[in-house]
């Protein structure tokens, strides 16, 4: 019985592995490797006989059982008389001469993640798919890693930012190696893009473009399949390229250059993640620093993955900067950054960030298309390609093009310049950085301005300060003793400073000697009038002050001329109505008879001469009458007196003739546009009255330079009297003219 049950439990055992062995083969059979499957890379390579010393190296880099293997990969395969120039350009025998290290440097960067025909190439994988003939460059396999540099005289282990380091992101991720990328020129892409062969030999001269060029080489044969990916043979070995922050460190023709961004834009950070990584990878105790470029820059030059806002941007575009040679910095240091200051360590760290920052594009920068492109500061590229570039070289992370000459940013060659280099005028740079607009205002060198220009000492001596520990402005009057601080100090010296900025596009005011009236400031923010004579400047505030603005000195810069001055060209805080009331009291005055029908009437207050409706810092035109046109309104019934002889009646009793009073005022002045003789303002403009519904009205203004015309609703013509016009007042001009203005409905 024994031996029965024994036998059938051998019978059912030998059963059940004779059906496992069936299974087995059958499951091997389904996944086994299809017969007509190319071969894998390495035997791909091994099998054609052309590449014998590539596929030396790829053992020797310990690279073949991952490109004997399923992958994804795209390989730049230099064939062996790519090799033989290889040897020979770089002094080497033979495959021999070549190590490990070296073997994994050209063998990872011939490696590219993922598989691509020539025909994907030149497409961009975007987040949301591919977008056609908008890629030049692909990631490869390679990384520099940690590495061992002198830093302030001693050695650390340093790595490179992963990352452009913005405020309040990261500039080190652990984990992203910050792997290569390798620049190609397909026609697709150069075609698309309007670039040719003048781009690709600009960096590659003794190379010619086929339409398939890999850095300096060609593709020899294309598409190659393989099963774990594509290859592409080429006539040239590629080193992995240096990036812009190595390129900076390994090229002496530019050692200013890099001293100056590494002694004042540069920190080297302890990272805890990156020393853990460090550590575990090669078992030793060292610390590791990020090497950190400042945030205030446009990019940094060690990051090889561009912006990352998306994971594969680096793809379809790069940085670019441009370097000046020690030479050409020397000089712009010694004329332009040290004018003023004593040593480089005394300039702003504001001056470098700008300066760098003008040498930077986060865009590469095609050398047939740089008009195309701007700067970090938005300026066009201002350097000329056939003239000014002495070096052009396509690196890892970017283009590179070293020059006989500094980017000429508007920071350093206008009229704002005389102001943000000089340590003088650091009140005035201050408020001109912050925002207020001046700063682009008076930099732009296609445009012409005269600034006029107080010094630190004046402004302070005058109640300006900025206090650093509260961060924010502070003006004292020096007449009562009160203080204002924070937005309404500012803005009472942003009003004095654009009072001294002027546009004047045919050097206006080069020649103060005469005397003359003009507009400040821009259109895009409000200006003001003021005059000059015999050399002196002022403005409705010196006026009431009564005092004058003297010219110390001037520079010239590319965009204008720069005055030093020793007073502010002051706005007056006086009512319109206190200067209506001079004008009127001096002997034989034409504004008599218009300011005591004012001054009659409950539009004015006689305490303080404001005039009901109009707020101080309001732009206004006053239009005022003579005496002889007032006599013609009381003629015509327009205004209360003797119809006969034209004699005004100042103060009549009937609220019917007083409201008549006031609508008549009210027309005469123009709300929210200061006009002058000089052309600028033309057109419709509100006036102070409203109709009893409410409803605006208008007066025409027409100027010309010379000539300035007000015309009414019913088509009356007013003529300004130019020897009794262009009265200063709080952001206003006071005009006499030779008719009076009539609202009709």
């Known amino acids: 019985m024994k031996n029965k049950v024994l036998y059938h439990l051998i019978f059912l055992q030998l059963i059940i592995f ?207 399949v393989a099963e774990n990916g594509i290859i592409h043979e080429l006539d040239k070995v590629s080193l992995p390229l240096i990036n812009l922050d190595q390129k900076l460190e390994t090229s002496s023709d530019y050692s200013l250059f890099r001293e100056l961004l590494e002694t004042n834009l540069v920190n080297y950070v302890f990272d805890e993640d990156a020393t853990t990584s460090y550590r575990n990878y090669t078992k030793k105790t060292d610390e590791v620093f990020v090497k950190v470029y400042d945030p205030a820059l446009s990019f940094s030059p060690n990051n090889e993955n561009y912006i990352k806002d998306a994971d594969n941007d680096g793809q379809s575009d790069a940085y670019t900067l441009i370097v000046p040679e020690n030479t050409a910095l020397q000089k712009f240091i010694d004329e332009v950054l040290l004018k003023n200051y004593p040593s480089l360590d005394k300039l702003p760290k504001y001056v470098f960030e700008d300066f760098f920052n003008a040498h930077m594009i986060q865009n590469a920068v095609w050398p047939s298309a740089v008009g195309g492109y701007s700067n970090a500061l938005d300026e ?184 030093y001055i020793d007073n502010i060209i002051e706005f007056s805080e006086q009512p319109q109505g206190v200067d209506l009331s001079e004008l009127a009291g001096q002997p034989g005055s034409q504004f008599e008879y218009f300011f005591e029908y ?3 009437s409950d539009l004015y207050d006689s305490g303080s001469g404001a005039i009901e409706g109009i707020e101080l810092g309001t732009p206004l035109t006053i239009v005022i009458p003579s005496n002889d046109a007032i006599q013609q309104a009381v003629v015509d019934g327009v205004l209360p007196g003797d119809s006969v002889s034209g004699t005004p009646d100042f103060n009549p009793s009937k609220q019917g003739v007083k409201d008549q009073i006031k609508s008549f005022i009210q027309y005469h002045i123009l709300v929210n546009r200061t006009a002058s003789d000089d052309g600028l303002i033309n057109g419709l403009t509100e006036t102070l009255l409203k109709t009893e519904l409410g409803e605006k009205t208008y007066v025409n203004i027409s100027s010309s330079p010379g000539d300035l015309i007000f015309v009414d609703s019913a088509d009356r013509i007013a003529n300004y009297i130019k020897s009794d016009s262009n009265h200063l007042a709080d952001r206003s001009l006071i005009h006499l003219v030779d008719n009076y203005l009539l609202y009709t409905e």
């Open 598 to 600: 004012l001054k009659n």
């Open 18 to 224: 004779t059906t496992s062995c069936s299974v087995k083969e059958e499951i091997d059979n389904y996944y086994a490797r299809p017969d007509d499957l190319e071969a894998p890379i390495y035997q791909q390579l091994e099998a054609r006989g052309n590449f014998k010393n590539l596929t030396a190296l790829i053992e020797k880099a310990g690279y073949k059982d991952i490109l004997s293997k399923s992958g994804y990969w795209t390989m730049m395969a230099p064939n062996d008389n790519a090799f033989s120039l290889f040897f020979q350009e770089n002094g080497i025998s033979d495959i021999s001469g070549i190590d490990s290290l070296m073997a994994s440097k050209i063998v990872k960067y011939a490696l590219i993640y993922n598989a691509f025909r020539t025909e994907r190439l030149s497409d961009y994988q975007s987040n949301v798919g591919w977008e056609e003939d908008n890629a030049f460059r692909r990631r490869t396999a390679y990384y520099d890693g940690f590495q061992t540099k002198i830093v302030n005289g001693a050695p650390k282990i340093v790595v490179g930012s992963n990352r452009n380091n913005v405020p309040g992101g990261d500039y080190y991720i652990p984990g992203d190696n910050n792997n290569k990328y390798i620049t190609y020129f397909v026609s697709e892409y150069m075609d698309a893009f309007g670039l040719s062969a003048y781009d690709y030999n600009y960096f590659f001269p003794n190379t010619n473009y086929t339409g398939f060029n890999v850095l300096a080489g060609n593709a020899t044969e294309t598409d190659i």
């Open 380 to 563: 066009n590229i201002r350097i000329d390609m056939n003239t000014d570039v002495v070096e052009a070289k396509v690196l890892s992370n970017g283009f590179f093009y070293g020059t006989n000459k500094v980017q000429e940013s508007n920071l350093f060659f206008s009229v704002y310049t005389s102001a943000y280099l000089d340590p003088k005028f650091t009140l005035a740079t201050r408020i001109f950085n912050d925002g207020s607009g001046f700063r682009d205002i008076i930099s732009n060198i296609y445009s012409n301005y005269t600034l006029f220009l107080p010094s630190d000492d004046i402004l302070m001596n005058l109640g300006f300060n900025y206090n650093i520990l509260s961060s924010q402005w502070v003006y004292t009057s020096p007449i009562n003793g009160n203080s204002v601080y924070g937005s309404l100090a500012r803005a009472r010296l942003l009003r004095v400073l654009y009072n001294g900025i002027v546009p004047t596009p045919n050097d206006e005011l080069n020649d103060l000697s005469g005397s003359g009236i003009i507009r400040t400031g821009d259109f895009d923010l409000p200006g003001e009038y003021i005059k000059w004579e015999n050399n002196q400047v002022f403005a409705a505030g010196n006026e009431v002050l009564g005092n004058r603005v003297n010219i110390l000195g001037f520079e010239d810069q590319r965009n204008g001329r720069t005055y």
